[in-house]
């Protein structure tokens, strides 16, 4: 049964067992969701936006992030900033949620305007004493890794982002992230809180039954299996499957292609991630209904098309990038039952629609996959408030990752004080 509404969200977190799900409340309660977004989203490093989102100098892309809004922005040395969205002067948004190109930021309501360097160039009758040095637009740490735009609001920003940096980018440096567009997006709001969303990405325990279009391209070994429980020809089939990896890994390595496991999740390090190059399906070329490229112009100078699925997720953000193009999505939490699920194909940036690719084949997996997802969401967040809802054991085969996101919940909020 769930616990008392009158525990802590520390006793919460303290009554878990080890290997098992988390109490529902820890998924409902408006103190708790404060609390996470605080902690995860505003301490820590999270994805906000990719490259593609801000191609020029003055593109600017408002993002919302609970009560805190930013703006990212390429300046006029082409280099991706950003900002507290908040003016100097009396505290107006600058400008909405969403995408727009200035020359200058400037205020709407008393038009205190500021360069893309964040430095305020402009604030009328206020006098000789005033010193507009002081008054610049606040900055917020920003870094790139391939086409994602990661942020963190806090003073002191975990260092450890610095091990993804060096992870990821010789891994994206042959895909070019940089010189791409996004041919299409969706923002796809989930009823359920955040945490069940990334604990739903981490495992495909739930893959073979409710993604029929992802499967075609997953290789079911991949997947997480019970070795123990395997039949002899399903066990046959494994090991021959692992030595068709082998020579494919094989091959990659020949062509300089970064492919091992790559692990940062120590349940005490601030970023999360892991990253992996997964062998696609049937013609291991691209995650579509067919597994061939979407896309016939391909990412940076690539020739080779099966070139697998280089995967990543991270804080708040999962990746797959392949030959042809890429698809990276992030969330942002909105209350304690809803999670915004923002999701961008990228394609090469001179890569023409109905020339090059057809849209509907680029994007019918994870669109599909995104839908089914929000259903598997909602019904667990469903099932989670219910009174005779009891958390249940992970599957240690399929499942690993998602004790793992339990564990590093538990010590990241014990590390700012919970």
Same mark, same amino acid.
């Not at 977004?37 to 820590?44: G, L, P, Q, T």
């Not at 992870?167 to 945490?195: C, H, Q």
């Not at 909105?334 to 001179?350: E, N």
């Given at each position: 049964?769930?616990?008392?509404?009158?525990?802590? !969200?520390?006793?919460?977190?303290?009554?878990?067992?080890?290997?098992?799900?988390?109490?529902?409340?820890?998924?409902?309660?408006?103190?708790?969701?404060?609390?996470?977004?605080?902690?995860?989203?505003?301490?820590?490093?999270?994805?906000?936006?990719?490259?593609? %989102?801000?191609?020029?100098?003055?593109?600017?892309?408002?993002?919302?992030?609970?009560?805190?809004?930013?703006?990212?922005?390429?300046?006029?040395?082409?280099?991706?900033?950003?900002?507290?969205?908040?003016?100097? !002067?009396?505290?107006?948004?600058?400008?909405?949620?969403? @995408?727009?190109?200035?020359?200058?930021?400037?205020?709407?309501? !008393?038009? #205190?305007?500021?360069?893309?360097?964040?430095?305020?160039? !402009?604030?009328?009758?206020?006098?000789?004493?005033?010193?507009?040095?002081?008054?610049? $637009?606040?900055?917020?740490?920003?870094?790139?890794?391939?086409?994602?735009?990661?942020?963190?609001?806090? %003073?002191?920003?975990?260092?450890?982002?610095?091990?993804?940096?060096?992870?990821?980018?010789?891994?994206?440096?042959?895909?070019?992230?940089? @010189? &791409?567009?996004?041919?299409?997006?969706?923002?796809?709001?989930?009823?359920?809180? #955040?945490?069940?969303?990334?604990?739903?990405? /981490?495992?495909?325990?739930?893959?073979?039954?409710?993604?029929? +279009?992802?499967?075609?391209?997953?290789?079911?070994?991949?997947?997480?299996?019970?070795?123990?429980?395997?039949? +002899?020809?399903?066990?046959?089939?494994?090991?021959?499957?692992?030595?068709?990896?082998?020579?494919?890994?094989?091959?990659?390595?020949?062509?300089?292609?970064?492919?091992?496991?790559? +692990?940062?999740?120590?349940?005490?390090?601030?970023?999360?991630?892991?990253?992996? /190059?997964?062998?696609?399906?049937?013609?291991?070329?691209?995650?579509?209904?067919?597994? @061939?490229?979407?896309? &016939?112009? $391909?990412?940076?100078?690539?020739?080779?098309?099966?070139?697998?699925?280089?995967?990543?997720?991270?804080?708040?953000? #999962?990746?797959?990038?392949?030959?042809?193009?890429?698809?990276?999505?992030?969330?942002?939490?909105?209350?304690?039952?809803?999670?915004?699920?923002?999701?961008?194909?990228?394609?090469?940036?001179?890569?023409?629609?109905?020339? %090059?690719?057809?849209?509907?084949?680029?994007?019918?997996?994870?669109?599909?996959?995104?839908?089914?997802?929000?259903?598997?969401?909602?019904?667990?967040?469903?099932?989670?408030?219910?009174?005779?809802?009891?958390?249940?054991?992970?599957?240690?085969?399929?499942?690993?990752?998602?004790?793992?996101?339990?564990? #590093?919940?538990?010590?990241?909020?014990?590390?700012?004080?919970?």
């Amino acid at each position: 049964m769930s616990t008392s509404p009158n525990k802590s !969200h520390s006793e919460l977190l303290d009554a878990r067992r080890p290997g098992f799900g988390m109490d529902g409340e820890l998924y409902s309660r408006q103190d708790v969701f404060e609390t996470d977004v605080d902690v995860f989203f505003h301490k820590h490093w999270i994805t906000v936006a990719v490259t593609a %989102d801000v191609p020029e100098p003055g593109d600017v892309y408002a993002v919302d992030i609970g009560k805190t809004s930013i703006l990212v922005l390429r300046d006029d040395d082409e280099q991706v900033r950003a900002y507290r969205n908040v003016c100097r !002067h009396r505290g107006a948004r600058l400008k909405p949620a969403g @995408k727009s190109t200035v020359g200058m930021l400037v205020c709407p309501y !008393h038009q #205190w305007t500021y360069d893309l360097d964040g430095s305020l160039k !402009h604030a009328k009758n206020m006098g000789k004493g005033f010193d507009p040095k002081c008054r610049s $637009l606040i900055p917020v740490n920003c870094v790139v890794v391939g086409a994602h735009v990661l942020v963190c609001l806090a %003073d002191n920003p975990p260092e450890d982002i610095a091990d993804l940096q060096a992870a990821m980018a010789p891994r994206f440096e042959p895909f070019d992230l940089s @010189k &791409t567009r996004i041919a299409y997006e969706l923002d796809y709001v989930e009823n359920g809180n #955040w945490k069940l969303v990334m604990e739903n990405n /981490r495992e495909c325990y739930h893959c073979e039954g409710t993604h029929p +279009e992802l499967i075609v391209s997953y290789q079911s070994e991949d997947l997480g299996v019970s070795l123990e429980e395997m039949s +002899e020809a399903d066990r046959a089939s494994y090991d021959a499957y692992q030595i068709r990896k082998a020579g494919i890994e094989a091959s990659w390595a020949s062509d300089g292609l970064l492919y091992e496991t790559v +692990e940062h999740l120590d349940d005490n390090a601030p970023t999360q991630f892991r990253t992996q /190059r997964m062998i696609i399906a049937g013609a291991g070329e691209s995650q579509t209904l067919d597994t @061939k490229v979407a896309c &016939t112009k $391909l990412l940076g100078n690539l020739t080779r098309r099966d070139l697998g699925d280089t995967h990543m997720w991270g804080n708040n953000a #999962w990746a797959h990038v392949m030959s042809d193009h890429a698809m990276i999505s992030w969330i942002f939490p909105l209350s304690p039952d809803r999670t915004l699920v923002r999701t961008k194909w990228l394609v090469h940036q001179d890569a023409v629609e109905g020339v %090059d690719y057809d849209l509907k084949r680029l994007t019918e997996v994870w669109v599909a996959t995104t839908q089914q997802d929000a259903a598997l969401v909602a019904i667990t967040q469903s099932g989670t408030q219910d009174p005779a809802f009891a958390p249940g054991p992970y599957s240690e085969f399929t499942e690993p990752y998602v004790d793992q996101f339990a564990r #590093w919940y538990r010590a990241r909020l014990a590390a700012h004080g919970v």
